[in-house]
């Protein structure tokens, strides 16, 4: 085991990777200079070529990644902010993830689109505090949001070997955080949900950088002697509704922890699908961002963000005796 930080085992994917496939390069504004350390070191190793940093014209390098797949090579998309990826919507969107149907399967675009740096950071406002995982795959495309740096490393391998596009989200508030890590790391399929603490009683459905935080409420209740498990998706699309619908079975009560906007987010899927076929005793509860744009001022922007004292009144909410009624 080693300690790792959530950007190294990025880096250290994507240099396993175009090590081991001349396919894969990467292009983006400044990763030569690797301003958030994905692509450090990498234009010594691999030449210009393969890292290429390109002019500020996101839809521009996005489309032209899409035609490098086309032509055989899996891309890696980096973007210094997640509001970036609005403006490469379209050739996201409309074009590359449609390539595979309207040919009828003969041609593929494997390019990875890579945000390092999703989801508010506090203070840097509403153009820069965006975490959009839920607009893509409510769209088509496959998503992956890891909370850790060894799902960071297996999901991102994971993405780049798959031959349709997918958007790989990597939370500001765990880039800089540490863990140890197995020696032996592999890729993670796409689709495959993580329980990271067991328990009987609910079942907190956590998403990115929130996984933490749940981890620390699942602690704090079982000192009150509540058994909280924490489930995390990992991908967003595809989604492991099996590995959840197992726990759910197991524990009969479900709160979705999301930091994503509460109308037409993923909290909102999962608490539909969950009410729609699992076995639910209660009603179940979703925390989520509120629906409005992150202010500047800190004191609004966590008044908007959710927090854990939220998913302990969701929690406590859902094991009431008032909730089986």
């Known amino acids: 085991m080693a300690r790792m930080r959530y950007q190294q085992a990025l880096a ?16 983006g504004e400044d990763v030569r200079a690797s301003l958030r350390g994905v692509s450090r070191g990498l234009v010594a190793d691999f030449g210009r070529q393969r890292v290429i940093d390109t002019p500020i014209s996101e839809q521009a390098f996005t489309g032209f990644a899409m035609g490098a797949a086309l032509a055989g090579h899996r891309p890696v ?9 609005f403006t490469a919507f379209e050739p996201i969107v409309n074009q590359a993830q449609k390539f595979r149907l309207m040919t009828g399967g003969q041609a593929t675009v494997p390019v990875t689109y890579i945000v390092p740096g999703s989801g508010a950071r506090l203070g840097l406002a509403a ?27 297996g999901l991102l391998i994971g993405a780049i070997r798959e031959d349709d596009p997918v958007v790989f989200f990597a939370p500001a508030a765990v880039l800089g955080t540490r863990e140890e890590v197995p020696d032996e790391l592999d890729a993670i399929p796409l689709g495959s949900g993580r329980v990271h603490r067991a328990g009987d009683d609910v079942t907190i459905v956590a998403i990115g950088h929130l996984v933490r935080d749940a981890l620390v409420v699942a602690a704090d ?17 595809p989604f492991d509704w099996e590995g959840l619908r197992a726990s759910v079975e197991k524990t009969g009560r479900l709160v979705v922890f999301d930091d994503t906007n509460r ?23 979703r925390v989520t961002r509120a629906d409005a744009p992150i202010p500047f001022a800190v004191e609004l922007e966590l008044a908007l963000l959710p927090n854990r004292e939220q998913l302990v009144t969701a929690v406590r909410a859902v094991l009431t005796k008032e909730a089986l009624r």
Request: aromatic content about 8%; proline content about 7%.
């Open 127 to 153: 153009q820069h505090s965006d975490h959009p995982y839920a607009l893509f795959a409510q769209a088509g495309v496959k998503t992956v949001v890891p909370a850790t740096a060894a799902d960071a490393y």
């Open 12 to 27: 250290k994917a994507l240099r396993d990777e175009m090590t081991r496939d001349e396919k894969v390069f990467i292009i």
């Open 263 to 285: 109308t037409c987010g993923l909290a909102a899927e999962v608490l539909a699908t969950a009410a729609e076929e699992f076995p639910l005793v209660v009603a179940p509860k």
């Open 221 to 237: 209740l079982a000192e009150e002697g509540i058994s909280a498990e924490v489930w995390d998706p990992r991908s967003i699309l």
């Open 77 to 85: 998309v980096e973007y210094q902010i997640p509001s970036l990826l």
